[in-house]
C-alpha cells in the first residue's frame, strides 16, 4: 500500500531562518506528488505537483523538489504569513487516488 | 473564475441521523473527489467521480455515498451517523479524473459534527 511520512510534524522558525520540509514515500509506480498549503478552517491551497526525479519548481519564497523516494519543500527566508501546514500527497495509476502525508505544521515568529 | 463551492459550511447532526453534503467543482472540471479530515488520520480519500461515474473508492464504509450530476455537481451521503464520522470533508474538483494526473482544487470543505 502506497506511503507518505512527512517530518517533522511540526516547525517553528524565526522570520528569515530558512528550513526544508521533508516528504518521504513508498509507492509503486509514482505518477505525480503534489504540495499543498492548509491555512486552518480551510480547504488545501495547490502549490506544486512533481512528476520526475530531478524536477524542481518555485514559487515566491517555496522550492519543491524531488527524488525517487522522497520530496523537499525548501523555504527560503519564512515571514509569518508563510505559517501554515504544508500536505504532501502522491497520485499512482494503480490507485488512482492521492495519498496524502499527514502534513507539517509551520509556524514562522516575526 | 469560481472555485470550488461546498455547502453547507457547518453542520451538526445527531447520531443515527444522516447527511448530505454538496460540492459545485470550477466551472468545465468535470472530476469531483472527496476526502476526510481528521486530526487524528490525516486527509483521507472517499471516492471519485467522473462524467457521473464513480471511478475509485476508498476504504470506507457502505453508510458513505456519492454520486455525480450531469452538471459535474457531486453530492455525499452519511447514513446512520457515528460520533467517529466527525470530520471536514473536503471535495476536490479537477478537469480530468485522477488517471489524467491533472491537479485538483479544494473547496473551503464542510465541517460535519455528531453528537
Known amino acids: 500500500e502506497d506511503q507518505v511520512t512527512q517530518s517533522p510534524e511540526a516547525l517553528r522558525l524565526q522570520e528569515g531562518e530558512s528550513s526544508s520540509l521533508n516528504c518521504s514515500y513508498t509507492v509503486s509506480g509514482l505518477r505525480g506528488l503534489f504540495w499543498y498549503r492548509q491555512d486552518p478552517g480551510k480547504g488545501p491551497e495547490f502549490l506544486f505537483t512533481?512528476?520526475?526525479a530531478g524536477e524542481e519548481k518555485e514559487k515566491e519564497r517555496l522550492k519543491a523538489t524531488l527524488t525517487k523516494k522522497e520530496s523537499f519543500l525548501h523555504i527560503t527566508a519564512p515571514k509569518p504569513e508563510d505559517s501554515a501546514t504544508y500536505l504532501c500527497a502522491v497520485y499512482t495509476g494503480a490507485n488512482s487516488k492521492l495519498t496524502f502525508g499527514k502534513g507539517i505544521t509551520l509556524s514562522v515568529r516575526p | 473564475k469560481a472555485g470550488v463551492t461546498q455547502t453547507p459550511r457547518y453542520l451538526i447532526k445527531t447520531r443515527g441521523q444522516q447527511v448530505t453534503l454538496s460540492c459545485s467543482p470550477i466551472s468545465g472540471h468535470r472530476s469531483v473527489s472527496w476526502y476526510q479530515q481528521t486530526p487524528g488520520q490525516g486527509l483521507q480519500f472517499l471516492f471519485e467521480?467522473?462524467?457521473?461515474?464513480?471511478?475509485n473508492k476508498g476504504n470506507f464504509p457502505g453508510r458513505f455515498s456519492g454520486r455525480q450530476f450531469s452538471n459535474s455537481r457531486s453530492e455525499m451521503n452519511v447514513s446512520t451517523l457515528e460520533l467517529g464520522d466527525s470530520a471536514l470533508y473536503l471535495c476536490?474538483?479537477?478537469?480530468?479524473?485522477?488517471?489524467?494526473?491533472?491537479?485538483?482544487?479544494f473547496g473551503q470543505g464542510t465541517r460535519l459534527t455528531v453528537v
Open positions: 476536490a474538483s479537477s478537469l480530468g479524473p485522477s488517471s489524467m494526473n491533472t491537479e485538483a482544487f
Open positions: 512533481l512528476y520526475s
Open positions: 467521480y467522473f462524467s457521473e461515474t464513480q471511478r
